[in-house]
C-alpha cells in the first residue's frame, strides 16, 4: 500500500501542495519517498529511500518550482526500499514519469516482452513497466493519451496510477483498478491522490474514481472514462457532477477514513489485505521454490512470536492435514528448547509481520549458524528478516498503523495456507487440479471475511464489562483460533483471557468455572466433538457463546445460557473457516476496549513491533 499524488495548477507553484500530500499520506507506505516536477528544466525526478521529512530536506524541496508534478510514498512490494526503486519512475526517453499503488501480477511477462523490445528496465519494480509500456505503445497510438489506455488494458493485477509527460505540461493522468484513488476539486488546480488526507488542506470537493476507470485532470477539468471490454466509454459532466462530495472530516479523521480508531480502519480492510497477499503470492515462483525446501526437508520449525506465532500453528495444522507432514512450533524466544537439534536439511518457516521482531531473529540467527535454511514470511521488504532469510514470502497486506495486529494476522494465514497447498502439490500428495481447485475457493476469501466483518459489526456484542476473565476454547481448528482471539481480548480490552483446547477443560481449568463465569467456544467443522464441552460447562452455570459457521450443524440448542453466533461460510471448506470466524473476535475485543474508555490502537505497555530482548 503506497501513497500518490498529482497536482496540476493554473497560476501557483504546486511543490508545497505536493510535500504537504506526502505528509499526509506517510501513513501509507515510509519506505521511500519521491516527486516529478515538470519546469522550465523539462522533467525533474527527485526520489530516495527514507522518510518524506528527510527527503524534503535533503532535496531542498521548497527551491523546486513547477505547474504540474506527481509525489510518492512507497510501502514496498516489488523490489527492496532502495533509491533506485523509488518512484516516481520513467521510460527510456525520460520524457513520462509515473507513480503508482497496488501490485501488477503479469509484471513478469511484461518484463520480458519489454527486454526483448529493447526496453532497459533499471528498478525490481513492477512499476516501471508501466512507463515502459506506454512509451512502447505511443508509436501505434495516435496520442499519448490513447498509449496510456492501451498500456493500462495490458495490465493485470491492482493499480492507482498517475502519470505525468514532459510534452503535456498541463495534465496528469490517472487510472484505477482495486486501489484507492480520489480526485480533489479546486478552484484553478486539481489533485488526483491515493486517499482523502492528502487533499483537504486544499479542497474539500472531492470526485471518487472507480474500478476500471481512467482519464485525466488539467488545472480547470476533469475527463473521465470507463475501460469496458468493448472499448472506452465517455462519463458525461453531468454524471460527474453528481458524483462530487464534499468532505467535512478533519485531516486525522481523513487518515483514519473516517473510522474512530485504526484498528477498526484495518479490520475492516482485511477484504482488501487478504485479496492482495493472494494477488502477490499464488504465481510467484518464490512460494513454489519455498515450498519445495518444505516437502524435501527433514524437519521442520515454526516460529515466531505473539500473533505470528498463532498463524504458525495453523500452517503447522494444515501441513499436516494436507501435505501430512509434521511440524515443529517453537515460540520464538524459546528456540533454545530445540536449538541443539536443528541442523543441515532443516528448514525454518520464520513468521513476523514488521521482519524486526528481536526474539524472532535471535532464533533465526542460532537457527541458521546450525545450518538450518530459513523461509522468512513478512509484510516489510528489506526487514532484517528479509535479509536472513534464505526464501522470503511477502504478505504484501499493506502497512498496519495499531499496534494489535488483525489484517496482517488473516495475511499471514493466507500466505502460509497457499505456502501448504504448493508444498502438497510439490510431494505429489495432491495434482495440479486439486490444488486449482482449493486455491479457486482461497480466491474468494476476501468475499467471506467481508461478510462475516459486516455481520460483527451489525451484531449485538455481549460485551462482558462486569467481567474480569473468561475462556475462549475451541477443538482442532478453533483451539488454534481461540489463541488469537484470546490474546486480542487480553491486549485490547484488557480481560483475562484463557485459551486452551476444550477437551483439557475437565483436567483442572473447569474448577473457576461458576454462575455467570463467560466461555467462548470456537466450534469448527473438524471437531464436532465440542458439542460435549459446551454442555460441561452449560452444567456449571457458564454464560456460553458458541461462535460457529454456517457450513455445519451443531447438535447445541440456544438458551438463556448458551448463546449460538453463527458466521457465514456457505461451504463445508476447513481453509477458509478462519476467515468468518476471526473478525468475531476482532471487533469483540475492540468494542468492549472503546466500551470501557481505553484507546484500541494504543493499548498499554505494549508497542507495534518488539525489537529489544
Known sequence: MCGIIGVCALNRNITPMISLGLRRLEYRGYDSVGLAIISGDGLVIRKAKGDVDSFLSRFKVEELSGLTGLGHTRWATHGPPSDVNAHPHTDCSGRIAIVHNGVIRNWNSLKRVLELRGHRIVSETDTELIAHLIEDETPFSSSFFEAFVRAVSRLEGSYAIA???????????????????????????????????????????????????????????????????????????????????????????????????????????????????????????????????????????????????????????????????????????????????????????????????????????????????????????????????????????????????????????????????????????????????????????????????????????????????????????????????????????????ESYPAGESKHGPIALVEKGFPVYFIATSDSPEIEGNVMEMKARGARVVVVKTDSWNLDVEPEDTVKIIEMPLGENEILLEPYPLIPYFQILAYKISVAKGHNPDKPRNLAKTVTVE
Open 163 to 497: 502519470v505525468v509527460n514532459a510534452d503535456e505540461p498541463n495534465r496528469v493522468y490517472f487510472a484505477r483498478m482495486k486501489s484507492p484513488l480520489v480526485v480533489g476539486l479546486g478552484d484553478g488546480f486539481n489533485i488526483v491522490a491515493s486517499d482523502i488526507p492528502a487533499l483537504l488542506d486544499s479542497t474539500r470537493r472531492i470526485l471518487l474514481i472507480e474500478d476500471g476507470e481512467l482519464g485525466w485532470v488539467t488545472p480547470t477539468e476533469v475527463k473521465l472514462f470507463k475501460l469496458t471490454e468493448l472499448g472506452l466509454v465517455s462519463v458525461e459532466d453531468k454524471d460527474l457532477e453528481l458524483r462530487v462530495r464534499v468532505v467535512e472530516w478533519s485531516v486525522e479523521e481523513a487518515s483514519k477514513q473516517g473510522y474512530p480508531y485504526f484498528m477498526l480502519k484495518e479490520i475492516v480492510e482485511q477484504p482488501y489485505s487478504i485479496k492482495s497477499t493472494y494477488e502477490g503470492n499464488v504465481e510467484d515462483p518464490t512460494l513454489r521454490l519455498a515450498a519445495s525446501l518444505v516437502w524435501s526437508s527433514r524437519n521442520i520449525i515454526v516460529t515466531g512470536a505473539g500473533t505470528s506465532y498463532h498463524a504458525g500453528l495453523i500452517f503447522s495444522y494444515y501441513l499436516s492435514r494436507i501435505p501430512r507432514r509434521i511440524s515443529h512450533n517453537i515460540i520464538a524466544s524459546e528456540y533454545k528448547l530445540v536449538e541443539e537439534a536443528v541442523g543441515e536439511g532443516d528448514i525454518v518457516i520464520a513468521i513476523s509481520q514488521s521482519g524486526e521482531t528481536y526474539d524472532t531473529l535471535e532464533a533465526v540467527r542460532a537457527f541458521k549458524a546450525r545450518g538450518a535454511r530459513i523461509v522468512g514470511v513478512t509484510n516489510v521488504i528489506g526487514s532484517a528478516l528479509s535479509r536472513e532469510s534464505d526464501i522470503v514470502i511477502y504478505m504484501r497486506a499493506g502497512p498496519e498503523i495499531g499496534v494489535a495486529a488483525t489484517k496482517t494476522y488473516t495475511s499471514q494465514i493466507m500466505s502460509l495456507t497457499l505456502l501448504t497447498l504448493f508444498t502438497a502439490l510439490e510431494g505429489g500428495v495432491l495434482d495440479y487440479s486439486e490444488v486449482r481447485s482449493k486455491l479457486e475457493k482461497l480466491s474468494g476469501a476476501h468475499e467471506i471475511v467481508a461478510r462475516a466483518i459486516e455481520k460483527s459489526l451489525n451484531h449485538e456484542i455481549d460485551l462482558s464489562l462486569e467481567s474480569k476473565s473468561t475462556y475462549i476454547l475451541g477443538r482442532g481448528l478453533g483451539s488454534l483460533i481461540a489463541r488469537e482471539a484470546a490474546l486480542k481480548i487480553k491486549e485490547i480490552a484488557y480481560i483475562h483471557a
